[in-house]
């Protein structure tokens, strides 16, 4: 049973930091990604994983503000969120997908977790 729990959320002020992490269990699939979804808005992907051998990719809105990484040992991917703004206010997800698809949609992901709450105030 594939597991994926996040944690780190909060609020910050803008230009502030988060560092996100998720743990994961159950899953040793390539595809791993962070989404966020804002109020009245679509689902959208932000950071990727999307090989075993670790290569990522950003969305343009967070390339050079968000970077993304793993530790295999203790199961859990980060988001570290730099220079955060207003903008980024949103609910993060961690997903996790089995390698098939465009890894930067939501439909290459079959496992989420439930959340974390990131609000940047101005």
């Known amino acids: 049973q594939v597991q994926l729990v996040e944690s780190g959320g909060g609020s910050v002020q803008a230009g502030g930091s988060l560092r996100l992490s998720c743990v994961v269990s159950g899953y040793t699939g390539p595809y791993m990604g962070w989404f966020r979804q804002a109020p009245g808005k679509e689902r959208e992907g932000v950071a990727f994983?999307?090989?075993?051998?670790?290569?990522?990719d950003y969305a343009d809105s967070v390339k050079g503000r968000f970077t993304i990484s793993r530790d295999t040992a203790k199961r859990t991917i980060y988001l570290q969120m730099n220079s955060l703004k207003p903008e980024d206010t949103a609910v993060y997800y961690c997903?996790?997908?089995?390698?098939?698809?465009?890894?930067?949609?939501?439909?290459?992901?079959?496992?989420w977790g439930q959340g974390t709450q990131v609000t940047v105030s101005s």
């Open positions: 994983f999307y090989s075993r051998a670790g290569n990522t």
């Open positions: 997903a996790a997908g089995l390698g098939f698809g465009d890894y930067r949609r939501v439909g290459a992901y079959a496992y």
